[in-house]
Structure formats: C-alpha cells, structure tokens
C-alpha cells in the first residue's frame, strides 16, 4: 500500500487501496500531527467519499481530535476553512489545527484521497511518506466512531467569495460554466446569484461521482467539448472546473488560455507583480513578466507553489494545468471558484484576452506528452538522463540545462522538458519553440536521448 502516500498527496483505488483498516490508521496518525483541538473535513462528490469521511473521522476522534465536517464541499472551501475562525454553536470562535480534503481531483471515479492542510501549510513529501510508513507499521485496531460537529462552512465562504466580488454586482457575462458534476456545483450559482451576475448558463451542475457526462478534467480537451458548443452557439466566455474544484479551464471564442498564460494576465494587472510557475510553463510567460515585474520558475506540484508562494510571499503563482494561488487578495491557495471571479473582474474592466495573447512573441509547443514506466524506475530514468545531457551539451547545442525538477533543457530557439511525475507511474515532456521545425528539432534529440534510459 505504500504507494498510495505520494508527493501531494494521499490517493488510490477505493476498497482496493483505501481499505477501512488504512483509512481509520490515517485518520489516527494525522489526528496525532495536528496541533489544537479542532480538525475540519469534507469531501468531493465522489459515491464512497461519505463512507471515507466516516473511516477517517473515526481514526481522527480516536487521536483525541474533535472533527468539523462540512460535508460536501469544493477544495478550495476545504483550504479556506484554515484561515478563518469558525462558529461553532455553544462554543465560539475557534480556529483549526488542519483540513482534510476527501477527494479523488481528476482521477477516475474508482479513485479517492486525501488533501493535508495543517497549520495553514500544504502536508506533503517526505511528512506524506513518514506518514505512510507510519500507518503501515501499525498494527492498532480503530472502532467506529462517527461522531463530528456539523458546519455549514458553504454559507461562510459564499458570503466570503460574494463580498469579495460585489463589485461585479450586474456584469452581464454572456458565459458558461462546466461543473462536470464535480464539487464545484455545490457553491458556484450560489455566488454568482449572490454577487449579481448576469446573462450565464452553468452546465453538468448537480455532483454525481459516477461523473455521467464526461471525465472532470478540463486539461483534456475532449473534456471541454460543451463549453464550446456553447461558445460556438454565441456564449462568450467559458469556464470549465476539476472534479474537487482547485483547477480552472478559460476560453473564448478563439483561444483556451493555459494556466501561466492566465498568470501573465493577471500579472499585467498588478504593479511590480512576483510570479511563480513551473518547469513545464513557457519561456514566454517568464520572458514577459520580467520586463514588468518577476518570475520564479519551480518544481510542479501544487503543495510545492502554495510553500515558495507564502516563502517569498508572491503575488500568484500557477501550473499551466489550472491550479492558480492567489496570495494577493487571498490566501496563497489554489481555488478554482475564486480565479474564476477573478477572471470575471479582468473581463469587467474590459480586458481584451485575444488581443493581449496576440501580442505575445509567437511560439509553438506541445501539450503535455506522458510515457510510461515503473514507480521504481522513473527517477532513475531522469537522473541518467540528466548525466548524459549534461555530458553532451555541446553535442546536441544545448545552452542550459535547468534541473530544479526533471531537466528543463535550454536551446537557442526553445526547450524541452523531462520530468518524473510524482503522482503516476509516468515521464511528463512538454517542448516549446519559434518555429515548427525548430519544435520539431528539439522533440527528436530529447527523446532520441531518452530512449536509450526506457
């Protein structure tokens, strides 16, 4: 089962990896890691996300914790819910040591897991497999107890959100919003009733774990197929959420912004702004900041942007899949429902998406292109590889090679990309360059120099 503890995260196949005995051990020994009394759980829409909260809240009382739930929620509610004092009735104000997500993000529906928030910080890496090894030696036995205290925290945050955003009251957005039937249902029309916004329609809203209309994962683009429909039927704009609500997809009429892309614009709309992304963003996003403000390039992974961000204390930070933390404004964490408000001010104050994107220098990349391998050899893949390019630079017209998370390998007309995925059995590459021959080019030395590692 030790592959269930992974770098962000906790996650595996429900009653396969995630057994009663597992989960209630998990609920034990992070109850034990969090400080104060009090430890806030919800869940995402998934069919055994109720029956996993139920374990894991008897592993948490068992540690001595008292348990908040807020039943089904988006993570980005989940994150919120560490930086604000909660109500509770007969008690007061209180804070929480930690937040536990329940949720299986963009996996299939077979999956589920466990997102770690304690002290306000992303649990993740070498304390996820301490854990692990933890919970795997132990042979202690956990009885049932479902015991929490219920909290309406949907209230709280879509009055938090709606204030935010208030200033939007009567934008006539001419827009849709696919929820995929995931987690973000739950608050989004809310808000957006709340706030004011007009002229919307918001399609796959209700949760259904069983996810019926299509996979939630809007880096796929067979995933965004309604939206634009939707778009092509006359909507002007296009949101489209993961299955727990912490990625974002953007589109209008003529493009599909990636997540740094969103991070430039949102950039040029702040003075002297400090950005942070990572290895797998383009060159272009980092070249154009620079000219106005800073960009930091880093390791992917959301617990790995939400620690630099709140370390060099940036203004956001963003991977090209749609995680997006705002540290302006809010609270360094990647909530999707949040960047979509804020999307919507950009579109308010008259921001032209076409236009500003056109302006940027032209470059060819690919999406995200994933070969698989083993758990145990993909690491050793990366690191062979890395000495041999390094050994070769000259050879192949390398410039620079960038090694803060897989190589990241720079040529004079562009890069590629080689990373061990942290989460899957997989090597991510992704390449960008000037020209579709160059792309071409540079495709072809990385993987002809891969190939003899696989």
Known sequence: MKHIFREYDIR?????????DIVKKIGYFLGKKIDGEYVFVSYDARVHSPLLHNWLVSGLNEAGKRVISGGLLPTGANY??????????????????GSIQITGSHNPPEYNGFKITINKAPFYGKDIYALGDEVLSSDIEIEDNEEVIEYDLKSDYVDYISNQFSHLRGLDLNGVFDC????????????????????YEILFEKPDGTF???????????????????????????????GDGDRIAFLDRWYNYKGDILAYFFAKNMDNPCVISEVKASQVMYDEVNKFGRAIMYKTGHSNLKT????????????????I??????????????????????????????????????????DEIKIKTTEEKKF???????????????ELGIKKIVDVDGVRVIFDKGWGLVRASNTTPVLVTRFEAKDKEELRRIQDKLMKSLEQFL
Request: proline content about 3%; hydrophobic content about 40%; overall charge positive.
């Open 80 to 97: 919120f819910a560490n930086f604000r004092k909660l109500c509770l009735k007969g008690v007061g104000l209180v804070e929480i040591g």
């Open 180 to 199: 995929g039937n995931g987690a973000s249902g739950v608050v989004l029309r809310d808000i957006l009733e709340k706030i004011g916004i007009k002229n």
């Open 212 to 242: 019926p209309n299509h996979h939630p994962d809007p880096t796929e683009e067979e995933n965004l197929a309604w939206v634009k429909d939707a778009i092509k039927n006359g909507r002007d704009y296009g949101f489209a959420f993961d």
């Open 380 to 394: 050793e893949i990366i690191e062979n590889l890395k000495k041999y390019l390094n050994s070769n630079k000259k």
């Open 308 to 323: 630099l961000l709140k370390k060099k204390n940036c203004d956001l930070a963003a991977e090209v899949s749609g995680h």
């Open 325 to 366: 933390f705002f540290n302006d404004r809010y609270f360094g964490i990647d909530d999707a429902i949040y960047v979509a408000f804020r999307i919507m001010e950009l579109i308010k104050s008259g921001f032209d998406f076409k236009k500003e994107f056109e302006k940027l220098p032209k470059v060819y990349n690919t």
């Open 12 to 20: 595996g196949i429900f009653n396969k990896d995630l057994k009663e």
